[in-house]
Nanobody
Framework: QVQVVESGGGLVQPGGSLRLSCAAS????????MAWYRQAPGKQRELVAH???????NHAPPVKGRFTMSRDSAKNTLYLQMNSLKPEDTAVYYC?????????WGQGTQVTVSS
């Protein structure tokens, strides 16, 4: 059973930083790729960042230069470092992992950017 569990969300002021974590139940090298998505109230879910099994990352234009995705293979954990946060970054953030059996989603973690 593949599981991914997010943590690290919370309330932060504009301009602040947060680091999200996503712990996987098996080696991250056994996934084709992993990603962070987010969904703001009343909006569609959108891709934030993606990493391939080889370690190539891509970040969506709204977060490029502010967010950085990384991974720690020894801990089977994916990270999303979020800097210079804006109110429009407020959303539930989800981690996903893709294998031959499909895409596995975490339960999400709330990020609220507000003064």
């Amino acid at each position: 059973q593949v599981q991914v569990v997010e943590s690290g969300g919370g309330l932060v002021q504009p301009g602040g930083s947060l680091r999200l974590s996503c712990a996987a139940s098996l080696s991250i090298f056994r996934f084709y790729g992993m990603a962070w998505y987010r969904q703001a109230p009343g909006k569609q879910r959108e891709l934030v960042a993606h990493i391939t099994s080889g370690g190539t990352t891509n970040h969506a234009p709204p977060v490029k230069g502010r967010f950085t995705m990384s991974r720690d293979s020894a801990k089977n954990t994916l990270y999303l470092q979020m800097n210079s946060l804006k109110p429009e970054d407020t959303a539930v953030y989800y981690c996903t992992a893709t294998r031959s059996g499909g895409i596995y989603w975490g339960q999400g973690t709330q990020v609220t950017v507000s003064s």
